[in-house]
């Protein structure tokens, strides 16, 4: 998921230098990271076990985030903490929708349905603005939704599953991120590291919550102690990687790069999720679905573009 770092990153144009494009392989590491978060997700995760996940992704990496800002964190005035936590809120909703939904679904479908992000945050945007989209931006809009169709219908049409459904409700959370993140006057001068760490807390503490009411599955305690070296690898992929490693990634890259090319690059997780599922994770997809999938990449990259223009 986009950082309120990689945001702020983009409100602002980069200095050119003359090593950009070694700059561009961390970001399209962390592309590549994301887009196999939900297959990883998928490998350790159950029905019963998605809180107690997220318990444990969450608490590996937070601690390393406090210590590396604990001094920013204190400048923090109580405008930027209720700002922070408030987006920290909608973030823990976002994870609790995409993991769950991919214990539903496949990661390919997963990966797939999520990049509707980028059609959907223009959409709200001109909404808010009250201008209609160009034309050409509403034809790369009905184009993904013609792949998400396909995407979701490879056994026949019938009604999507679950857990698409659900990724689609955290695809639609992730706009909520990005327009209140852009809006929010409180954390618009926040420090990065702070706002994100703040975040994450609060998530953490919602995911913490959700534990421990009864019938939301098995504890965070019991889940790490029935993991094995698999589930806990990909545990460790989950929190270091796709978390802290590509938090750190953004906020280094957004000062030596420019913001086009980090959104280029990172706009390029549905299809490193598409390859992880098919090539790692032995999913399928049938004709429709091929198509459905080709025609969502193509989808929102020109939506991309066509809103940047």
Not at 117 to 130: G, K, N
Not at 152 to 174: E, K, V, W, Y
Request: aromatic content about 6%; charged content about 10%; overall charge positive.
């Amino acid at each position: 998921m986009t950082s309120p770092a990689l945001a702020e990153g983009l409100a602002a144009p980069a200095p050119a230098t003359p090593r950009r494009d070694w700059a561009d392989l961390p970001v399209l590491a962390v592309a590549v990271v994301w887009g196999g978060s939900y297959l990883a997700a998928k490998g350790i995760t159950t029905a019963h076990t998605v809180i107690a996940v997220l318990v444990l992704r969450f608490a590996l990496v937070l601690p390393v985030l406090v210590l590396a800002g604990r001094q920013r964190l204190r400048a923090l005035d109580a405008g930027q903490l209720r700002g922070a936590a408030l987006l920290g809120l909608v973030l823990g909703g976002i994870f609790v929708l995409e993991t769950y939904g991919v214990v539903h679904t496949s990661a390919t479908n997963a990966g797939l349905i999520i990049s509707l992000t980028m059609i959907f945050t223009p959409l709200a945007e001109a909404a808010l603005q009250r201008r209609a989209p160009s034309g050409a931006f509403l034809a790369a809009a009905g184009l993904s939704v013609a792949g998400v169709v396909l995407l979701t219908q490879g056994a026949g049409f019938t009604a999507p599953s679950t857990g698409d459904l659900l990724i689609l409700g955290a695809a639609l959370a992730r706009t909520l991120i990005v327009l209140l993140t852009a809006r929010m006057a409180a954390v618009r001068d926040a420090d990065s590291l702070s706002l994100t760490t703040v975040q994450l807390a609060t998530a953490l503490a919602v995911f913490a919550v959700l534990a421990a009411v009864p019938g939301t599955g098995d504890s965070p305690w019991a889940t790490a102690a029935a993991f094995g070296p698999a589930e806990w690898a990909g545990l460790a992929f989950l929190s270091v990687f796709c978390t802290l490693f590509a938090f750190f990634v953004q906020m280094w890259a957004v000062r030596r790069t420019s913001p086009s090319r980090v959104s280029l690059l990172l706009g390029t997780e549905p299809l490193w999720a598409a390859a992880a599922g098919i090539a790692l994770g032995g999913e399928h997809l049938a004709p429709a679905g091929l198509a459905g999938a080709a025609l969502v990449l193509a989808g929102t990259a020109w939506g991309r573009r066509a809103s940047a223009a």
